[in-house]
């Protein structure tokens, strides 16, 4: 089992900037994605920046050259920096690991981001 513990979370006026991070409970010794995903009320869960087993990221198209997402050398935790916040960035932002060869999932329990004036 992993566990995934955010913090980060909070109330910010549009145009701000906060800064997300994710550690992972333990050391992991296979091949797998690490990222951010996101979801607003009434809306689907959605991928906001990752990065896969290669090493690339992944950004959502709403959020790119806003979001930069960033790991340590281990792994073992992930970053997201997010400036120029607007409104509609306003969700529960979820980390979470994906294991695709033992197609396991490990979630957060999320932190929530207001962006509001």
């Known amino acids: 089992q992993v566990q995934l513990v955010e913090s980060g979370g909070g109330l910010v006026q549009p145009g701000g900037s906060l800064r997300l991070s994710c550690a992972a409970s333990?050391?992991?010794?296979?091949?797998?994605?690490m990222g951010w995903y996101r979801q607003a009320p009434g809306k689907q869960r959605e991928l906001v920046a990752m990065?896969?087993?290669?090493?690339?990221?992944n950004y959502a198209d709403s959020v790119k050259g806003r979001f930069t997402i960033s790991r340590d050398n281990a792994g073992n935790t992930v970053d997201l920096q997010m400036n120029s916040l607007r409104p509609e960035d306003t969700a529960v932002y979820y980390c979470?690991?994906?294991?695709?060869?033992?197609?396991?999932?490990?979630w957060g329990r999320g932190t929530q981001v207001t962006v509001s004036s």
């Open positions: 979470n690991i994906h294991i695709s060869i033992a197609a396991l999932d490990y």
């Open positions: 333990r050391r992991i010794f296979v091949i797998y994605d």
């Open positions: 990065f896969d087993s290669g090493g690339r990221t």
